[in-house]
């Protein structure tokens, strides 16, 4: 049988690997929050003659309505997208008659969105409430759950921290993104985030029923050989499932032609196979190592990995 | 075969058919109504069509009550209804939110404008106007006093410092019209008519104060200030120096009366149509490719079990689908992703039970045997972590409601409603197909290869 709890530490050690650089990258330049979280105007504009006019002079007619920091980028497809602080609907309407006087074209607005500077940090405020209420009463859910087990409550503390692991990484995607692709983190990303905490918690439940089951079967095994048999016994199950939904979503990124769906994409693959990953590699390891005390070894002698 | 798969069986089919005759589109209507409406479209979010969505916010200076946040969404809902911008919707959302959402619609400046406007109409006593106020001016008046300076927002600041006073506000409007200008070649008028107690008032008035001055005012702002020649018996009125839609507009909002507070737009998104168009015919055409996999994947991998499951599949997304179309759910980009998570879970489902299946036909069981102990060990994992996920969409639901985040309720709404459906697909539909295949082919233990079994 592939012994794979032996090897615990490895797997944290490549967790951190994935986690910690994006995490240093966050720490330094910030996550990349788009209008929908830090507030401000997004405009997406086409123009119907497929002319883009420059940066400077869409710069200016900004600067003249009193908006002092627009950010524009003009893509190669002919769409221009300027990010700038909040305006309303009287002063985008302005903006747009200005630029079609003065570029003698017709501005299409393929999308504006106008987000009040506290709506976006409330959003974000209260995104993170109702995932920490949700992360509390699928602790409290799982322990219920297991409670013909022993040590049930473990078993939602550990799938909520496989949880957060999982949305870590995810977390440090979207910082490493920023730096490279200009991603930014919106609502569409929260969607994202969101999807992979359901299926991560899914996917640990599916697992942890398996050692439940069995711990009814072997009394006699240690843990950490009941565990690591439960893991195995799931493990094609693991993979089938994660090809479904991967491979759903890889063709959505494939058809999927725009920007920021791409990102959505992206974002979903990589957070939902975190969302098995953690399942064998995070959640059953602390569990064993909860299970053994294995922190009294940490700061001994070595730190030493039992076979 | 047992009693209870063809019990099973007929409610499965039943099912299917009511939903297949909601989901499929009316080509004809011959079947007989039942009660549910056939043939509707599904209900496409402002990503996927295009449109204009607003969130208004109360300003935090003013104390609300739920009624009158009622009051003002219904008022809000019958001025942009006049306006003739169809199937607009607006909804509370939390303590002091409205969010307003107009679908197709590509410019909103006439929606938008008619909403800003409290529209708080006044009849101000201005006595002899020494200042020579005109339309056009912003006063003081003490009506209100708490709300003033309203205007001063927008860059208008009162242009004296005297209180005036109000005889009477707009709640006392019987009747408004827009009609032609009979003094004035292509100028219109908005008419009034007021209530018995308001032509009272106007009466009274009007005789003690021939020669004065009498202002039409909105939202402090004085949009006519006639002079009082007669007095006026009767209650009736006109305003001028409109044109035609600026007499409409403002018809419009004394029509169906002030907002009992005032709300500023703290969030707008427009989506232009082609974009939507665009998203919704690319996540179609990936959901169909997607799922063309999933049944080659399944029924190679899974070989019999597997084209079982994929009917599973199949039973489950026209459930779903007709769930959407009659509670009815509005669909966006996000309410795809939750229900393209939950096929994934409705999928998951079926692998725990069929690697059950293949885990107990390999400890030689029968094979009916097999099917009933492989539903019974995967059912408790099947349910937990689905129950987990109903937890999380339940509290991600609150959220996303009280608080006018549409994308993370649409979220959601649509995985949750998967998910429920996807957990009676597996329990029923999966369970009685398996046990009527195999009571029908009644195979041994030469077909194992039928069930992905080759040692």
């Known amino acids: 049988m592939i012994d794979i709890l032996g090897k615990r530490y490895l797997f944290f050690a490549i967790s951190a690997l994935l986690i910690v650089p994006g995490l240093v990258i966050l720490a330094i330049f910030g996550l990349p929050l788009s209008i929908d979280f830090e507030g401000g105007t997004m405009l997406d504009l086409s123009f119907a003659s497929g002319n883009v006019p420059s940066t400077e002079e869409v710069h200016d007619i900004y600067l003249e309505h009193g908006l002092t920091d627009p950010q524009i980028t003009s893509s190669s497809n002919g769409v221009l997208l300027i990010r700038s602080s909040f305006m309303d609907e009287g002063t985008r309407a302005d903006l747009i008659n200005e630029m079609e006087a003065r570029f003698d074209d017709t501005v299409i607005v393929n999308r504006a969105d106008s987000v009040g500077p506290t709506v976006g940090r409330e959003v974000a405020t209260r995104a993170a409430v109702a995932v920490g209420v949700a992360a509390l009463a699928v602790i409290i859910y799982i322990t219920l759950a297991f409670r013909g087990v022993q040590h049930?409550?473990?078993?939602?503390?550990?799938?909520?921290?496989?949880?957060?692991?999982?949305?870590?990484?995810?977390?440090?995607?979207?910082?490493?993104?920023?730096?490279?692709?200009?991603?930014?983190?919106?609502?569409?990303?929260?969607?994202?985030?969101?999807?992979?905490?359901?299926?991560?918690?899914?996917?640990?439940?599916?697992?942890?029923?398996?050692?439940?089951?069995?711990?009814?079967?072997?009394?006699?095994?240690?843990?950490?050989?009941?565990?690591?048999?439960?893991?195995v016994q799931t493990l094609q199950r693991s993979i089938n499932t994660q090809l479904m939904t991967v491979e759903y979503m890889l063709l959505a990124l494939a058809l999927f032609g725009g920007v920021t769906l791409r990102q959505f994409s992206i974002t979903l693959l990589v957070g939902l196979f975190m969302g098995t990953y953690s399942s064998i590699f995070i959640a059953a390891p602390i569990l064993v190592i909860w299970e053994k005390k294995e922190w009294r070894n940490w700061f001994g002698r070595k730190a030493e990995t039992p076979a | 075969m047992k009693q209870r798969d063809f019990t099973f069986l007929g409610l499965i089919i039943l099912i299917l058919a009511v939903a297949l005759v909601i989901v499929l589109p009316a080509t004809s209507s011959r079947l007989p109504a039942i009660g549910i409406q056939r043939g509707a479209d599904f209900v496409l979010g402002l990503d996927l069509r295009g449109g204009v969505q607003a969130l208004l916010e109360v300003p935090p200076e003013y104390d609300v009550t739920p009624e009158q946040m009622a009051d003002a969404r219904r008022i809000l809902e019958n001025r942009t209804n006049a306006l003739g911008v169809s199937e607009n919707l607006f909804q509370v959302a939390g303590d002091r939110r409205i969010v307003a959402e107009f679908p197709g619609l590509t410019d909103p400046a006439a929606v938008m404008d008619v909403i800003r406007e409290t529209g708080q109409m006044e009849f101000v006593d201005l006595g002899a106007n020494p200042n020579g106020l005109t339309a056009g001016d912003v006063i003081r008046t003490d009506h209100g006093l708490a709300e003033q300076p309203d205007a001063a927002e927008e860059g208008k600041e009162p242009v004296d410092d005297t209180v005036y006073h109000t005889i009477m506000t707009g709640d006392q409007l019987q009747e408004v019209s827009v009609g032609p200008n009979p003094d004035q070649m292509g100028g219109y008028v908005i008419n009034f008519s007021l209530k018995p107690q308001g032509a009272q008032i106007f009466s009274d008035f009007t005789r003690e104060n021939v020669g004065n001055y009498l202002a039409i005012v909105l939202d402090k702002e004085i949009l006519s200030a006639p002079l009082i020649q007669v007095h006026i018996p009767n209650g009736q009125g006109y305003i001028e120096n409109f044109t035609v839609e600026t007499a409409n507009e403002l018809a419009i909002q004394m029509r169906y009366g002030a907002l009992p507070i005032p709300f500023r737009e703290v969030e707008t998104r427009l989506i232009g149509p082609r974009l939507g168009e665009d998203s919704l015919d690319k996540s179609v055409i990936a959901g169909l490719i997607g799922f063309g996999i999933v049944i080659l994947f399944m029924s190679l991998y899974y070989r019999l079990p597997g084209v079982v499951a994929v009917f599973s599949i199949l039973t489950y997304g026209v459930i779903t689908l007709a769930l959407f179309k009659v509670i009815p759910v509005t669909l966006t980009l996000p309410g795809i992703a939750g229900f393209l998570l939950s096929t994934g879970s409705a999928l998951d489902a079926n692998i725990l039970i069929f690697e059950r299946l293949k885990e107990e036909l390999r400890g030689g069981r029968t094979f009916l045997q097999a099917v009933d102990l492989a539903w019974k060990r995967a059912w408790p994992s099947i349910r937990d972590s689905n129950i987990a996920t109903l937890i999380t969409c339940a509290i991600l639901f609150w959220f996303g409601s009280s608080f006018g985040a549409t994308i993370v309720k649409g979220f959601a709404f649509t995985l949750a409603v998967g998910v429920g459906v996807s957990l009676f697909t597996a329990i029923v539909v999966t369970r009685t197909f398996l046990n009527l295949v195999i009571s029908v082919l009644n195979p041994d233990n030469r077909h194992l290869k039928w069930f992905g079994i080759y040692e």
């Open chain 1, 152 to 231: 049930s409550f473990r078993y939602g503390v550990c799938a909520i921290i496989a949880m957060i692991h999982d949305v870590l990484v995810v977390l440090s995607l979207a910082g490493i993104g920023g730096l490279l692709f200009g991603w930014q983190v919106d609502s569409l990303f929260l969607t994202a985030l969101l999807s992979v905490i359901g299926f991560s918690v899914q996917d640990k439940v599916v697992v942890f029923d398996r050692i439940r089951e069995n711990s009814a079967i072997y009394r006699k095994l240690p843990f950490e050989k009941l565990a690591n048999h439960s893991i």
